[in-house]
């Protein structure tokens, strides 16, 4: 199975800063991976698909990059709201696998 | 709009069967492209992807569950299950029934989640 590596596992940010997630694929995964926001108590939410395709409603401050094994996701400018978990997800194979999470905390 | 709804016992025996039903309102399961799944968060911890199965009734399973694992639909009753037979503790979780489209998307419908705890 293909694993998804992400880092850091836990960051602190303050409001207005620039924060950027890795994730990084045993394989290539082509632009086959998809980034999830989860906030306590709640199902994740999807952010971005196909790498860097935001889905509809998700502010502009978010955006992803890359493709094969190496892939980001950043927050332009972190707003409270964006406090959460941050899950990517390889969805190149039909046996599909998560990272193991980042969680953005505040300053 | 749609909606999942996940339902299913909040406890369940070591060694017994776990089963969730994912009711789906809004929209029929029996679409072209679309597939139906199953992700579970143990306490505290992270996302890990169950399986699939779409909407011609194929599965796709996650090798560390599939000797347990069974994904089926209901098409008049428009709901997917799930069924994992022979719990331990570490099968505690919530669990969550989510929709995706093509074989590559995202998963862009989730369920709320529904809390099973193994315990005897």
């Known amino acids: 199975d293909i694993q998804m590596t992400q880092s850091p596992s836990s960051l602190s940010a303050s409001v207005g800063d620039r924060v950027s997630i890795t994730c990084r694929a045993s394989?290539?995964?082509?632009?086959?991976l998809n980034w999830y926001q989860q906030k306590a108590g709640k199902a994740p939410k999807l952010l971005i698909s196909?790498?860097?395709s935001l889905q509809g409603g998700v502010p502009s401050r978010f955006s992803g990059s890359g493709s094969g094994t190496d892939f980001t996701l950043t927050i332009s400018s972190l707003q409270p709201e964006d406090f959460a978990t941050y899950y990517c997800?390889?969805?190149?194979?039909?046996?599909?696998?998560f990272g193991q999470g980042t969680k953005v905390e505040i300053k | 709009q749609l909606q999942l709804h996940e339902t299913g016992p909040g406890l369940v025996k070591p060694s017994e069967t776990l089963s969730l039903t994912c009711n789906v309102s809004?929209?029929?399961?029996?679409?072209?492209?679309?597939?139906w799944g199953w992700v579970r968060q143990p306490p505290g911890k992270g996302l890990e992807w169950i399986g699939n199965?779409?909407?011609?009734?194929?599965?796709y399973y996650n090798p560390s569950l599939k000797s347990r694992l069974t994904i089926s639909l209901d098409t008049p009753k428009n709901q997917f299950s799930l069924k994992l037979t022979s719990v331990t503790a570490s099968d505690s979780g919530v669990y969550y029934c989510?929709?995706?489209?093509?074989?590559?998307?995202?998963?862009?419908?989730w369920g709320q989640g529904t809390l099973v705890t193994v315990s005897s």
């Open positions: 199965i779409y909407y011609s009734g194929s599965t």
């Open positions: 196909a790498g860097s």
């Open positions: 989510t929709r995706y489209m093509g074989s590559s998307g995202g998963d862009d419908c």
């Open positions: 394989e290539t995964v082509g632009t086959y």
């Open positions: 997800q390889q969805s190149y194979s039909s046996r599909r696998t």
């Open positions: 809004g929209g029929s399961i029996n679409i072209n492209n679309y597939f």
